[in-house]
């Protein structure tokens, strides 16, 4: 199906989900969640030294990643306004674009504050991968709705993960905050897959598994990200067993139930029996690395290596 049909005919249930959406959000404030007390004393001449909130090195690259990660936010809805583009959509977009406006502001406001990272080290990395514009860009109508909905996903796993290893109340009340916009933004865009498998399953089947088969957590283009990456898998904080576990068994075997589909083509039948194959052998590669790492002091170094090979 082309994408003005897929967007024509997905409009009535847009509009259902945004109605849900808008009657199950709640307000928040970023201001309200930020422990400006600990900013007090904060020199902001003096060298950053990491004392004043001391992290491990992991937790310190899940806020360094989720932070920049939320940075990118314009080439995010760039993307979105071109992949989406109707005026069915322009009010969710938007929408959409100003509940994730408010992430960065607080994660930055309490990383600040907290001086949980060193800012100038932080402020460089934004003005590089802004600078740089570096996003997954879907193919089509159907391919944007799958990642996005894997994405959301995945974001909002990664966010609550890093407040649970913080050992912090108030950075654990920030990042569940926005954990749980995320959940939202994931319930749309799952249920819009759904929809979509409706109306076009052969061709959303095939964009489930170019989504599967190609996807990568957003911030592909921080400084570091691959090394960044590693670490926070091998702290569990976002890690191979998380992404099939929580994503791609729950997500695109239970709730699209893509085993149980009929009517495929004979190329979207192909494509579904790689996408079971490969979330089989993903499966089997985060079993191989959790067994890894507790005893290997390379794992970090391999984790990147494994992950690639899997997806």
Do not use: C
């Not at 009010?91 to 309490?110: L, P, Q």
Request: glycine letters at 6%; a negative charge.
């Amino acid at each position: 199906m082309e994408d003005v049909a897929v967007l024509k005919e997905l409009a009535p249930k847009l509009g259902t989900l945004y109605d849900r959406h808008l009657k199950t959000t709640k307000e928040w404030f970023p201001h309200k969640l930020v422990p400006w007390e600990r900013g007090a004393n904060l020199d902001v001449e003096a060298e950053w030294t990491g004392e004043a909130m001391p992290l491990p090195d992991a937790v310190r690259s899940a806020l360094f990643v989720n932070l920049l990660t939320e940075d990118n936010l314009p080439y995010y809805f760039e993307t979105i306004n071109r992949v989406f583009r109707s005026e069915a959509w322009d009010e969710w977009s938007r929408r959409w674009t100003a509940e994730e406006m408010r992430h960065s502001i607080v994660i930055r406001d309490y990383i600040t504050v907290s001086d949980a990272l060193d800012p100038i080290e932080l402020e460089r990395a934004r003005m590089k991968q802004v600078g740089l514009g570096q996003v997954p860009q879907p193919e089509s109508v159907a391919d944007g709705l799958v990642y996005v909905a894997l994405q959301e996903l995945a974001t909002r796993i990664s966010h609550r993960n890093t407040g649970k290893v913080l050992d912090d109340p108030v950075g654990y009340a920030v990042m569940a905050r926005v954990g749980a916009d995320e959940n939202l933004h994931f319930m749309m865009y799952r249920d819009l897959v759904s929809e979509a498998l409706e109306l076009d399953p052969s061709g959303t089947v095939m964009a489930i598994e170019r989504q599967v088969r190609n996807f990568e957590m957003p911030g592909a283009g921080i400084p570091g990200f691959a090394k960044h990456a590693a670490a926070i898998a091998a702290a569990e904080i976002y890690d191979l067993s998380i992404h099939h576990d929580q994503i791609l068994v729950p997500v695109v075997l239970r709730h699209w139930k893509v085993e149980s589909l009929n009517g495929l083509t004979d190329e979207a039948e192909r494509a579904r029996a790689s996408l079971l194959s490969r979330i089989e052998r993903i499966g089997k590669v985060a079993k191989k690395l959790a067994a890894r790492r507790p005893g290997h002091s390379d794992a970090v170094d391999s984790e990147a290596q494994e992950v690639s090979a899997a997806v």
